[in-house]
C-alpha cells in the first residue's frame, strides 16, 4: 500500500517569507499528486494537482508544486507567504486511478505578521 | 456551484443512540465519499460511492452504515458508537474517476462528532 510522508509537521514563518513543504510518497508505478489545504473552520481545498506532463504545476494563489519522480517527492512551494496562507496543508496520492486518496499527515503553517 | 453541504455542523450523542449524518451535493457529481478525520490528523476514507452503489468499504465498523438514497445525497447511518468514534466527518464529492487517473474531490465543512 501506499504511504505519504510530510516531514514538517509544524512551519512557522514570517510574512514575505519564502515557503517550501516536504512531500514524499512511497509507490513505484503511475502516481496522481494533490495538495490540498484546510483554513482554519474552513473545509478542504484543493490547491494543486499533477497527473502528467510538466513536473512543475502553478496552483491558486500563487502555490506551485514541483514533481521529481526519482525522488519520489511533490514539493509545494510559494514565493512570499501571506498572513492568509495560515492554515493546514495535506499531500495525498492516488495510484493508478480510481477513488481512493491517501492523505499525508498534514503541515501546520502558521506565518506572523 | 461547488458545495457539498453536511449537516449537522454538530452532534453530540450517547452510546445507544441512533443519528444520521447528511450530505448533499448539486454538482452532478456520481462519486461520494465519507472520510473521518481525528484531530491533528489527515482525512481517512470510509467508504466510497459510485454511481449510487457502494464501492469502497475500508474495513469499516458495521455500527456505520452508509446510504446513497440519489445522486445528490449521501447519509452515514450511526449506531451504537464508542467515544473513540468522536471525530470530524467529512463528506466529498467527485465525478467518477477514470481507469488511469482521479478527480478532484470537492469536501464539505464536516460534522464534528462527539460521542459521550
Known amino acids: 500500500a501506499q504511504s505519504v510522508s510530510q516531514h514538517n509537521h509544524h512551519v512557522i514563518l514570517s510574512e514575505a517569507a519564502s515557503l517550501e513543504l516536504g512531500c514524499n510518497y512511497s509507490?513505484?508505478?503511475?502516481?496522481?499528486l494533490f495538495w490540498y489545504v484546510q483554513y482554519p473552520g474552513q473545509h478542504l481545498q484543493l490547491l494543486l494537482k499533477?497527473?502528467?506532463?510538466?513536473?512543475l504545476v502553478k496552483g491558486i494563489k500563487g502555490f506551485e508544486a514541483e514533481f521529481i519522480k526519482s525522488k519520489f517527492s511533490f514539493n509545494l512551494r510559494k514565493p512570499s507567504v501571506q498572513w492568509s496562507d495560515t492554515a493546514e496543508y495535506f499531500c495525498?496520492?492516488?495510484?493508478?486511478?480510481?477513488?481512493?486518496?491517501?492523505f499525508g499527515t498534514g503541515t501546520q503553517l502558521k506565518v506572523e505578521l | 456551484d461547488t458545495e457539498v453541504t453536511q449537516t449537522p455542523k454538530h452532534l453530540v450523542m450517547g452510546m445507544t443512540n441512533k443519528k444520521s449524518l447528511k450530505c448533499e451535493q448539486h454538482?452532478?457529481?456520481?462519486?461520494m465519499y465519507w472520510y473521518k478525520q481525528k484531530a491533528k490528523k489527515p482525512p481517512e476514507l470510509m467508504f466510497v460511492?459510485?454511481?449510487?452503489?457502494?464501492?469502497i468499504n475500508e474495513s469499516v465498523p458495521s455500527r456505520f452504515s452508509p446510504e446513497c438514497p440519489n445522486s445528490s445525497l449521501l447519509n452515514l447511518h450511526l449506531h451504537a458508537l464508542q467515544p473513540e468514534d468522536s471525530a470530524l466527518y467529512l463528506c466529498?464529492?467527485?465525478?467518477?474517476?477514470?481507469?488511469?487517473?482521479?478527480?478532484?474531490?470537492?469536501f464539505g465543512p464536516g460534522t464534528r462528532l462527539t460521542v459521550t
Open positions: 466529498a464529492s467527485s465525478q467518477v474517476p477514470g481507469q488511469t487517473f482521479p478527480y478532484e474531490q470537492y
Open positions: 509507490y513505484g508505478g503511475t502516481v496522481n
Open positions: 499533477y497527473f502528467s506532463g510538466d513536473p
Open positions: 495525498a496520492v492516488n495510484t493508478g486511478g480510481g477513488n481512493k486518496l491517501t
Open positions: 454538482m452532478g457529481h456520481r462519486a
Open positions: 460511492y459510485s454511481y449510487e452503489k457502494l464501492s
